[in-house]
């Protein structure tokens, strides 16, 4: 056993344990995320029961079931529960009953014995609403400009299909007009008024030269205006062609409710669904999610601005802070002398990397933003003031931010490529007649580009997952507009953007109704580990073709 001990083989195997350990929790914590928010998205099966209590009234009851669990009867009692003396306990259904609107809450918790046998109605119908949630009930009738076109669930359910089609087409042509054209005269009208700013500011023309000016503003505002006018009438005539449909629904409880089109998202009848069906609806949904902008206060529709803010301000992060910290190693390795001042300098870059993140986050707030945003305002978009450009938080300012707070790790990994690198390697450039810069930049700089990268890698990793700094200097809960659009100069660097790591805290934290967020944190937490990793792979795939690139040439 000693001899065992001395050979060193417990350690292997305890290390080797170690990991797989760490291996399984991780697929374990994955699994669970992506069980939890994959499921989300499958057309939930609508159960009909009758729920009646001792001594009242019974009550239908229609919608899915979303948890189970079984509680005695003291946990009952605290809960609110009328149980009787005689139960010990019980199991207790949590069903998402929908219809918000109507019964001011759309999760409910019923006790299964009091519950009659569970039916599944084909003819239950699901409608994803843009306000108040999914509606859950029995089609009766489909109506248009206030006529009833179908009536029955046979006749009604081609002419719901067909005009919801077409209700959702003309809201996406009309959401074109409303962020995409009308957004550029708001632009343009925007310009107006700075260049109107701007002469009012400028040295005092001759009444000439004034009255020449004004008319050409005055003329360039008239044809925006009437630009808007034409715009605003075809936008009025798509929403009310949008709002001309209606569908009749009827309850579990037996009220009949009349619901615009243009308030519907989607309708099908999960009941009645094939599996094939359901794979469809259930990546449609999917796709939905990724690519869709959020609603109801961010617990429905999708994650697309967010998506798209992270990626941002990731590759915007990227860009700063590689050369910034490759130079910063360089110098500190190869030109700075090394005395009592190189290592404080040292010690300090390795104290930034453990510094709370939501101290860069207030040092970004009052450096970028108030100060150098406050004096490019004042030097270069005067005419807009009092009104903030720059100095106020937007994505330059959440990537410089983030930059700073992963300079540390870049630093540290690239000085770490730069030390493995054998002497012998420089000498012999040297040798060959090579001065120290093109030994450094021909030489020694490729052969460390993998330590880099891991650098990048790791700060790519940080990065993407902050959440406290970023509230201080630009991401904010719901961004109207994208900062990439086709307005000059296409890349707007000062306007605020979503993040997937402040979505899950929003969603998970601040949502009003927390039971339809928590599988939208889940899923959302998915995406973001996806990106993440899709981001690392990237990056390691390029620091293994940069290894065997040199690799190679030195062989």
């Not at 005695?72 to 609110?80: I, P």
């Not at 843009?130 to 489909?142: D, K």
């Not at 605003?232 to 009749?248: G, N, P």
Request: a negative charge.
């Amino acid at each position: 056993m000693r001899r065992w001990f001395a050979s060193g083989t417990p350690w292997i195997w305890l290390n080797a344990g170690a990991v797989s350990v760490c291996l399984i929790m991780v697929l374990g914590l994955l699994a669970l995320i992506a069980v939890r928010g994959l499921g989300h998205f499958w057309p939930d099966t609508l159960y009909q029961t009758t729920y009646q209590l001792p001594d009242r009234e019974a009550v239908r009851v229609l919608g899915a079931i979303v948890d189970e669990e079984s509680r005695t009867a003291v946990v009952l009692r605290e809960s609110g529960f009328p149980v009787p003396d005689d139960l010990v306990a019980a199991n207790r259904i949590l069903m998402k009953q929908g219809n918000r609107d109507l019964t001011s809450r759309d999760f409910v918790w019923y006790l299964e014995p009091f519950m009659s046998e569970l039916e599944t109605p084909v003819d239950a119908l699901t409608l994803e609403r843009r306000e108040w949630g999914n509606f859950y009930g029995y089609l009766r009738q489909v109506k248009q400009a206030g006529e009833v076109v179908a009536d029955g669930p046979a006749d009604a359910w081609p002419a719901l299909e067909e005009r919801l089609a077409r209700s959702n087409q003309l809201l996406r042509e009309a959401r074109v007009i409303e962020r995409y054209e009308i957004g550029d005269i708001n632009q343009r009208v925007e310009r107006v008024r700075l260049e109107r700013r701007r002469a009012e500011l400028a040295d005092d023309p001759s009444p000439a030269e004034q009255a020449q000016l004004q008319a050409g503003f005055e003329a360039r505002e008239a044809a925006l205006q009437a630009e808007y006018e034409a715009l605003k009438e075809r936008l009025d005539a798509l929403h009310a062609l949008a709002q001309r449909d209606s569908v009749v629904a009827e309850t579990m409880d037996g009220r009949l409710r009349e619901i615009p089109l243009a308030m519907v998202v989607d309708a099908y009848m999960p009941n009645a669904m094939s599996v094939p069906q359901k794979i469809g609806q259930y990546f449609a949904k999917i796709w939905e999610f990724l690519s869709d902008y959020p609603r109801e206060a961010n617990t429905e529709g999708g994650i697309f601005p967010a998506i798209f803010g992270t990626v941002m301000m990731v590759m915007i992060m990227s860009v700063v802070v590689t050369p910034f910290g490759v130079l910063a190693a360089i110098y500190l390795r190869e030109y700075a002398k090394q005395g009592p001042v190189t290592r404080i300098v040292r010690i300090s870059v390795n104290n930034l990397a453990g510094v709370p993140s939501i101290v860069f986050g207030v040092f970004g707030l009052g450096f970028f933003v108030y100060i150098v945003g406050g004096s490019i305002d004042q030097m270069f978009y005067e005419a807009a003031l009092p009104a903030p450009t720059f100095g106020t938080p937007g994505l330059i300012w959440v990537s410089l931010t983030l930059a700073l707070l992963t300079l540390p790790v870049v630093i540290v990994s690239t000085e770490e490529g730069l030390t493995r690198i054998p002497r012998a390697i420089r000498e012999g450039s040297h040798a060959l007649g090579a001065t120290k810069a093109e030994t450094l930049w021909k030489i020694v700089v490729p052969v460390a580009a993998p330590a880099m990268m891991t650098g990048l890698i790791l700060a790519v990793a940080r990065a993407a997952g902050e959440v406290a700094p970023l509230m201080l200097v630009g991401v904010v809960k719901l961004a109207p507009n994208l900062p990439v659009d086709g307005v000059f100069p296409y890349l707007h660097m000062e306007r605020k953007i979503m993040h997937l790591g402040f979505h899950i805290y929003d969603v998970g934290f601040q949502s009003p109704n927390a039971e339809a967020a928590r599988p939208l944190v889940y899923a959302t937490a998915l995406v973001l580990v996806a990106i993440i990793l899709v981001l690392n792979l990237s990056a390691i795939a390029i620091r293994n073709h940069l290894r065997e690139k040199y690799r190679s040439d030195s062989d």
